[in-house]
């Protein structure tokens, strides 16, 4: 009894201190958040973008001051929180909507984009950890995916560069498809069908995959949602594999791997969690809607964060190779969702 009244005013005493330390950090990138949600709201810019542009703005404040503890608590816990959360909108339900035929194109295409980034970045003198942070963002979810993939990556000096340019870039590469693919499906003449599976198959994140199919119809805008949720559903067993390899690779070369990531991160076991409750129906839809929105405004402030984290000038010493990569990540996954729609179609 003794053990655990003293234990608990330790705890206890605890909280003021966590808040004393990680609330300054946190509460500035809470607002630069909320600045990036207004932007989107009123002028129609994508609220990643807009954070992470935000955040590199407020690079000084990660540099030195009481913010900093609390924008490296909020970069990295809360952002697995927001990955964590995405797991409610998942169900075996969305799965079967597809059909067997149309999931193995989405799930091939995922698989072939990253083994794509692996082979291009090699060829482009660019590592695996940038190979697979920019092929598992272009293939999944953009920003989301991005965020979830450095969080099992081994760090070294240049893990938040990378992340920041990836989430820019795909953010940016998002929003032009955004406006260039529903043209596409327009000129090659695709069914509401075919056009949402290759909107939803192909474009990063998932507010522009929306705001694309359905400026098409509301039957491609229903159909790109669902395609592009099946491709979010491969965020969880890719960051697990992901993890699985490097786990087995930094045991073979501590060096190069660094420090092993968890057998199974705690962050993906609530994904799969979440997405297991919500297949069996027990998720009332008002709560799935409260959780999705606490998975954006998480993922969002955690942006502001890591847009903190970085200044201007390391984004520019990435290099065009970079670029290059993620580009042909891109073209890679338009051009093979495409040959599958026309190749299933005939």
Known sequence: MTTTSASTPTFISRIPGFFADNGPGFSVSVVIAVCAQFLSEHYGAPAMLMALLLGIAFHFLAEEGRCVQGIAFTSKTVLRIGVALLGARISVELLIGLGPKLIGLVVGGVILTILFGLLGAKLLGRGWRFALLT???????????????????????????????????????????????????????????????????????????????????????????????????????????????????????????????????????????????????????????????????????????????????TIFDVGGQAIILIVAQTIFIAAFILYGITHFAS
């Open 135 to 313: 092929g598992g963002s272009v293939a999944i979810c953009g920003a989301s995916a991005a965020m979830a993939i450095a969080a099992v990556l081994p760090k070294n000096e240049h893990s938040e560069r990378n992340l920041i340019f990836t989430v820019l870039s795909v953010t940016i590469l998002s929003t032009v498809a955004m406006i260039a693919y529903p043209i596409i499906t327009a000129w090659l003449e695709l069914d509401d069908l075919a056009a949402g599976v290759f909107l939803g198959g192909t474009i990063h994140d998932v507010a522009q995959v929306v705001g694309a199919g359905f400026s098409v119809s509301n039957e491609t805008g229903e159909t790109a949602t669902l395609v592009k949720l099946i491709r979010v559903t491969m965020l969880a067993p890719v960051v697990l594999v992901f993890a699985l390899i490097i786990r087995a690779y930094a045991e073979d070369d501590p060096q190069e791997g660094g420090k092993r990531p968890p057998l199974m991160p705690f962050f993906v076991i609530m994904f799969l969690v979440l997405a297991a409750i919500n297949s069996f129906g027990l998720i009332p839809a008002f709560v799935q809607g409260f959780l999705a929105d606490l998975s954006k405004w998480a993922l969002l402030v955690s942006i502001a964060a890591v847009g903190m984290k970085t200044s201007l000038k």
